[in-house]
């Protein structure tokens, strides 16, 4: 990790040790775990789900959020099963022609001080469980848990479905892409469901994706197959309506596909709301039929996807929330700022939260400033997250372009991949700058210093 340069002067030790309650044992709650717990909190997981299972395929971890793994203690740990890619090949649907190229590692890790790489999730999951097993302040993880209500004050206090009462110092919701403690976090004026509750309503944007991984044992044979699975470089197919991104994981074992494609009509509610569903299982036979026009290398290579093999999953935005932040209650990751996949900031993003939350509580003289310090981490994080999820919806237009004229604007504009103004804000040098480029942690503290310290000098004068 030689790319590796931090000179934050942060020190992981809690003024005011915390009993954290956290909904959730994904990513961005894992993650928050193991910092809170660095940190001398008190952490307590309270998740859905019976076991914590390796689901997934592959992500990407940018700079922005490897560096704060490494304060954590772990970037060694996920560099050693991660892929670290060497540049992005943008190409063409029809001819597989390359349109232009996106430099990476080692230039982007030396630029930014961390590395970039991308890992499978649940080996990201599986380092996240190993770190904090080794914590020398337990953090408990109660599987089957669920969270069905938080105190209408919002004191930290919430409601398994057992019927039990549990309370602490400050609640975490961390329960991801459909959670159920968004709704503590609208505004009177949201809509209301037949139940009561309010909701914010996801907004479909009319495309689906596919999600394959194919192992080494499928590629033996088709050598072009073999030399995609082995190069270190990342692969940007752009069609009309749709676009691949595809990559090696596992050590080069297993090339990680993602297909966009226009979403399937019966892929809503018969009463026209959006079926926002968990990733369900696609068929083959629908996928190779929606790509026939494209390359022979995506067709070989989707040729190679098990039988039974296929996820596939809607995708929505969702509209920003008027806050995060309710009384000594944070919504966080996914639950707070949902991702779409264009710009790869899913998990990195999440990432943010855990390392900034960490540091704004890490400052706190008592149990009164926790308020304070909540809408500190709100006011670095909230209004970022939102512009790169909205970068997220921008690049979608970009990348599935129908041919024609103005694809073929785009196409020029990318031959000069990385150079500023890239129509792909994932591979544009000013947009690398503002999601790679920003240490979260540092801004917290900053902006916690900002306001802490005039305080402690009003008290000294009037003293």
């Not at 892409?177 to 505004?187: A, D, G, H, T």
Request: proline share 5%.
């Amino acid at each position: 990790m030689e790319s590796l340069k931090d000179n934050l002067n942060w020190h992981p030790k809690a003024r005011t040790p915390l009993n954290i309650l956290i909904i959730g044992a994904g990513i961005t709650g894992l993650t928050s775990a193991l910092a809170l717990s660095l940190s001398g909190h008190r952490v307590t997981i309270y998740e859905a789900a019976n076991s914590l299972t390796e689901i997934g395929a592959g992500l990407q971890i940018a700079p922005n959020a490897s560096r704060i793994l490494a304060r954590l203690g772990i970037l060694g740990d996920v560099m050693e099963k991660a892929n670290v890619l060497e540049h992005l090949s943008l190409r063409r649907w029809k001819d597989d022609s390359e349109i232009g190229t996106a430099p990476l590692m080692p230039g982007v890790g030396e630029k930014y001080g961390a590395p970039l790489c991308v890992i499978h999730r649940g080996d990201l999951q599986s380092t996240l469980l190993k770190a904090l097993a080794s914590l020398p302040i337990p953090v408990e993880i109660h599987l089957g848990k669920r969270v069905i209500a938080i105190h209408p004050n919002f004191d930290a206090s919430i409601k398994l479905e057992s019927g039990e009462l549990v309370s602490g110092d400050i609640l975490i919701c961390a329960d991801g892409v459909k959670s159920s403690m968004r709704q503590y976090f609208l505004s009177p004026a949201s809509q209301s469901n037949s139940d009561g509750k309010r909701r914010a309503r996801p907004i479909s944007t009319g495309d689906a994706a596919y999600r394959v991984l194919i192992p080494r044992s499928q590629l033996v044979g088709d050598q072009r197959a073999l030399e995609l699975l082995n190069s270190n470089v990342g692969m940007r197919w752009m069609g009309p309506g749709g676009h691949i991104m595809a990559y090696p994981i596992r050590n080069n074992e297993m090339y990680n596909v993602v297909l966009l494609h226009p979403q399937k009509k019966q892929g809503r509610q018969l009463n026209g709301a959006d079926d926002e569903s968990w990733t369900r299982k696609g068929s083959k036979k629908e996928m190779l039929e929606w790509y026939a026009g494209w390359n022979d290398t995506v067709k070989s290579l989707l040729s190679y996807v098990p039988d039974g093999d296929v996820a596939e999953w809607n995708l929505h935005s969702h509209p920003p929330l008027p806050t995060w932040v309710n009384g000594k209650c944070v919504l966080v990751g996914d639950a707070a700022h949902p991702m779409l996949p264009y710009v790869a900031q899913g998990a990195a993003q999440g990432i943010e939260d855990a390392g900034a939350l960490a540091c704004v509580l890490s400052k706190l003289d008592s149990v009164d400033q926790i308020e304070s310090a909540l809408n500190v981490f709100q006011a670095v994080r909230k209004e970022r997250a939102e512009k790169i999820q909205s970068s997220a919806s921008a690049t979608r237009q970009v990348l599935h372009l129908p041919d024609g004229e103005e694809q073929r604007v785009r196409d020029q504009r990318m031959r000069g991949a990385g150079k500023p103004k890239n129509p792909d804000l994932w591979a544009d040098e000013q947009w690398q700058q503002y999601m790679w480029g920003v240490d979260v942690m540092r801004e917290v503290l900053e902006a916690w210093e900002a306001i802490a310290l005039p305080r402690c000098l009003g008290t000294i004068a009037f003293l």
